[in-house]
Structures are given as C-alpha cells and as structure tokens.
C-alpha cells in the first residue's frame, strides 16, 4: 500500500526560509499535494504538482519533485510568524483520485 | 474560504450511540469524500461518494457509512460510536474528472 512519510517538526525564524520534506511510495501518482492546517482548522490545499513535472513556483512557495527518489520538499521563502502551522503531503492513488496524506510537519516560526 | 461547510463544528456522544456528520460541498462539485484524522495523525480516507453511489472505500468497518444527495450534499453516519471513533472528521469536495479535492473546516468528534 501506499506511505507518505514526513519529519515531525521544523523550527526556523521569521525571514529564515523552510523546507519541509516528505518521501511517497506510489510511483504511480498523478498529483502531489501540500495542504496546511492551522490549530482546530481544516485543510487549506496551498499547492500541488503534476508528477510529470520537477518545480513548481507559486509566490513564497517553491515545490520540487523528485520521482526517481520519490521525495517532494516545499520551501517556503521569507518564512512568517503566520507560517506556524502543520503541513501535510499528500499523493492521490492513481484512478481513484483519494488522497494518502502524511502526518504532517509542524513548522514553528519564532519572531 | 474553499465553499465546502460542515456541521455541527463540535459533537459530543457516548460510546455505543450514533452520529450524522453533514457535509455540503463547493458549487459545481460532484464529488465528495470523508476523512477521519486522529489527533496527532494524517486524514486518513473513509469513502468517497459521486452520483449519489459509494465509489471508493478505505480500511473502516461497515458501521461507517455515508449517503450523497441529489444537490450533492452529503452524509456520515457512525454507528455503535467506540472511543476510538473520536476524531476531526473531514469532508472534501471535487469536480468529477479532476484530482484536487478543498476541504472543508471539519467536525470534532468526542466519544465519551
């Protein structure tokens, strides 16, 4: 079956960059996915990648794909206290569009 | 805001019991899914819902079930609720032939 895994935690200071990582096993994803959620919140998707591709840039946000090591990282530029928050991979199951999630990285920004 | 709303936010029942969990999702979207996360844990997939039919499940027992409505909408029901059952349960909606799913804020279960 499918595992995702992420490290657990990340402190960084404010105006540091983050990089938070995460490792899957299914190479027959199609999408992987970074949502984050903050305390007694949802799931806020902030942005996902095609597995066909190697970057994606989306302002702060910068998500690389390796496939051959199965490893997804998302780096967060100029990092906020609003950051603070866990962050969740996710890759969907080939054909069935539903999400394995990992269990998450909580990023702590200090001021 | 993703359009996708859940209720109640919170719930409190007793073991044994049953709940409905009310989901109504994002405008246009026929697809919905329900995700059970543990606390401390990732979401983890309970069953997805297109046209009104269960069309995928993950590893819940049967005491899980869900219904889909005509506008949509959608329903989980927990029977026989055991303490484990506690959890943030979330919804999540998606246009039919696309992948990305929006969540909505979830509902906290507490079983006492």
């Known amino acids: 079956g499918e595992d995702v895994e992420q490290s657990l935690f990340l402190s960084v200071r404010e105006g540091d960059s983050s990089v938070i990582n995460c490792t899957y096993t299914?190479?027959?994803?199609?999408?992987l996915y970074w949502y984050k959620q903050e305390p007694g919140a949802g799931l806020q998707l902030l942005t996902y990648?095609?597995?066909?591709?190697d970057m994606k840039q989306d302002q702060r946000l910068t998500v690389l794909l390796n496939k051959k090591d199965k490893h997804l990282s998302l780096r967060i530029a100029d990092t906020q206290t609003g950051d603070s928050a866990i962050y969740f991979c996710a890759e969907n199951e080939s054909g069935y569009s539903t999400l394995t999630f990992g269990k998450g990285t909580m990023l702590l920004v200090s001021p | 805001e993703t359009g996708v709303t859940q209720s109640p936010t919170h719930l409190i029942k007793t073991r044994g019991q049953q709940v409905t969990l009310r989901c109504s999702s994002q405008?246009?979207?026929?697809?919905v899914s329900w995700y059970q996360q543990a606390l401390g844990q990732g979401p983890q997939f309970i069953f997805q819902?297109?046209?009104?039919?269960?069309?995928g499940r993950g590893n819940f027992p049967p005491r899980f079930s869900g219904l889909q409505f005509p506008n949509y909408s959608s329903e989980l029901n927990v029977n026989a609720l055991e303490l484990d059952d506690s959890a943030l349960y979330l919804c999540?909606?998606?246009?039919?032939?696309?992948?990305?799913?929006?969540f909505g804020p979830g509902t906290r279960l507490t079983v006492l």
């Open positions: 819902y297109y046209r009104e039919e269960e069309n």
């Open positions: 999540a909606s998606r246009q039919g032939g696309t992948d990305t799913q929006y």
């Open positions: 990648i095609f597995s066909n591709m």
């Open positions: 299914d190479s027959s994803s199609t999408y």
């Open positions: 405008s246009g979207h026929n697809t």
